[in-house]
């Protein structure tokens, strides 16, 4: 018989409760938005030092959280920004404090029995939609939106993974995780998101190689020049990318093999936010400022994208949305935390890369990776910000170990 300590036990209700009201909050609203300020409160109460500990010591999670909240001096919708940034940052502690209080494993399998719910309910489900950019009728579940829909299913493919392949301390956390595996990319395929399914087993295939790259019997300075000299190729397609983009040899290459050159009128949705930014290029709009009614911006983009004012919306880049909201002093710090994240998975990938970093390495990697088409990050009330509080501090806790073992000169 399996045996569950009482620790194990609250760690594990208290993820299952926290995640299932951030993947249930678009169905549910209000109700589960308490729900996860109640239990994810009485984590922070519980464990109040070492929170405010992992606060201090991952200043840079907190820095979108603060600025949001001091964008209220210049927004426009100055109420709506004070509210969305108290959100922002109550959603952020709490983040912090399952990472510092809660053991990965007992986070892993609570999400996982959460994901594992909603996926097998939108499943069998038939609540669709018309994607107004595309025309076709998309599974969207009970998650609002074909991108929150596959967004959500790609992390329950992580998560999966991870307890399934290393994290797992026993069968029945093996099962969770091989069926949060299945559900996830069941519901990845019948949403029709190619993107998020390619990208989703790019992130994982990108792990084993970065493990098995890291066990290579060469020497760490080899190791790092390889690192370097990836990340340099990377940042010259993307320049090259950026220069051609838009351009009629483009527009020409993309009619010719059959694809939008607006990428989905994504390229005008750009445009708009380039307006924007020239309005308030230093500090930006404010948090959560752009898409009000009767903003003139919001309401271009809201009609763009064939969908009805007032409802959420982004700019579909990570880059662009979030210059437009803290403008390029937000753009400065994002541009830090990016250079922060290739940083540490660096470190990890010379010589130091372990079965446990596979789940926030393929977090990292897939939403990086999705940036220049989609907006994940920064949001009030989702998991996926609240994974990446956890993403970060697992991150920042292997880097910090390899950095150690690299100064006592255990890698040659």
């Keep these: 018989m399996l045996e569950i300590k009482k620790d194990t036990a609250i760690g594990i209700t208290a993820s299952f409760l926290i995640t299932s009201a951030l993947v249930w909050n678009?169905?549910?609203?209000?109700?589960?938005?308490?729900?996860?300020?109640?239990?994810?409160?009485?984590?922070?109460?519980?464990?109040?030092?070492?929170?405010?500990?992992?606060?201090?010591?991952?200043?840079?999670?907190?820095?979108?959280?603060?600025?949001?909240?001091?964008s209220v001096l210049w927004s426009q919708y100055p109420e709506v920004t004070f509210r969305s940034s108290i959100q922002f940052i109550l959603t952020t502690v709490i983040g912090i404090a399952v990472a510092y209080n809660i053991k990965k494993e007992q986070f892993f399998v609570g999400l996982s029995g959460s994901v594992i719910i909603i996926m097998a309910?939108?499943?069998?489900?038939?609540?669709?939609?018309?994607?107004?950019?595309?025309?076709?009728?998309?599974?969207?579940?009970?998650?609002?939106?074909?991108?929150?829909?596959?967004?959500?299913?790609?992390?329950?493919?992580?998560?999966?993974?991870?307890?399934?392949?290393?994290?797992?301390?026993?069968k029945v956390e093996k099962i969770i995780g091989l069926l949060s595996i299945v559900f996830s990319i069941a519901v990845l395929l019948k949403a029709k998101s190619l993107g998020a399914t390619v990208t989703s087993f790019g992130s994982i295939f990108a792990c084993f190689c970065l493990y098995h790259f890291s066990n290579f019997s060469i020497t760490q300075r080899a190791q790092k020049a390889t690192v370097n000299l990836l990340y340099l190729l990377a940042m010259c397609v993307i320049?090259?990318?950026?220069?051609?983009?838009?351009?009629?040899?483009?527009?020409?290459?993309?009619?010719?093999i059959g694809k939008d050159p607006t990428l989905t009128s994504r390229t005008l949705?750009?445009?708009?936010?380039?307006?924007?930014?020239?309005?308030?290029?230093?500090?930006?709009?404010?948090y959560n400022a752009i898409f009000?009614?009767?903003?003139?911006?919001?309401?271009?983009?809201?009609?763009?994208?064939?969908?009805?004012?007032?409802?959420?919306?982004n700019f579909h880049n990570m880059f662009i949305h979030w210059t437009v909201h803290?403008?390029?002093?937000?753009?400065?710090?994002?541009?830090?935390?990016?250079?922060?994240?290739?940083?540490n998975i660096r470190l990890i990938a010379c010589g130091h890369f372990q079965k446990s970093d596979f789940i926030p390495v393929a977090y990292f990697v897939f939403f990086i990776s999705r940036s220049v088409l989609e907006v994940d990050w920064f949001a009030q009330f989702t998991l996926a910000h609240v994974m990446f509080c956890f993403c970060w501090i697992e991150l920042e806790s292997s880097a910090q170990k390899a950095k150690r073992l690299n100064n006592k000169g255990n890698i040659s």
């Design 26 to 70: 678009t169905f549910l609203g209000s109700v589960a938005a308490l729900l996860f300020i109640l239990v994810g409160g009485t984590v922070i109460i519980f464990h109040l030092h070492r929170t405010l500990l992992g606060i201090q010591y991952n200043w840079m999670v907190m820095s979108y959280p603060i600025l949001a909240l001091l």
């Design 121 to 170: 309910l939108s499943l069998v489900s038939h609540r669709v939609e018309t994607n107004g950019m595309t025309g076709e009728t998309v599974l969207i579940g009970y998650l609002g939106s074909k991108n929150f829909l596959a967004q959500t299913a790609s992390i329950g493919f992580f998560v999966g993974f991870g307890l399934f392949y290393t994290l797992a301390k026993n």
């Design 239 to 256: 320049i090259f990318v950026y220069i051609i983009f838009g351009t009629p040899e483009f527009n020409h290459f993309m009619i010719e």
């Design 269 to 286: 949705i750009w445009a708009e936010g380039d307006k924007a930014i020239a309005q308030a290029p230093i500090l930006g709009a404010g």
């Design 292 to 313: 009000q009614i009767g903003n003139p911006i919001g309401d271009a983009v809201w009609k763009i994208g064939l969908v009805p004012p007032g409802v959420g919306f």
């Design 326 to 343: 803290f403008g390029y002093v937000g753009l400065t710090i994002y541009l830090l935390i990016l250079a922060r994240l290739l940083y």
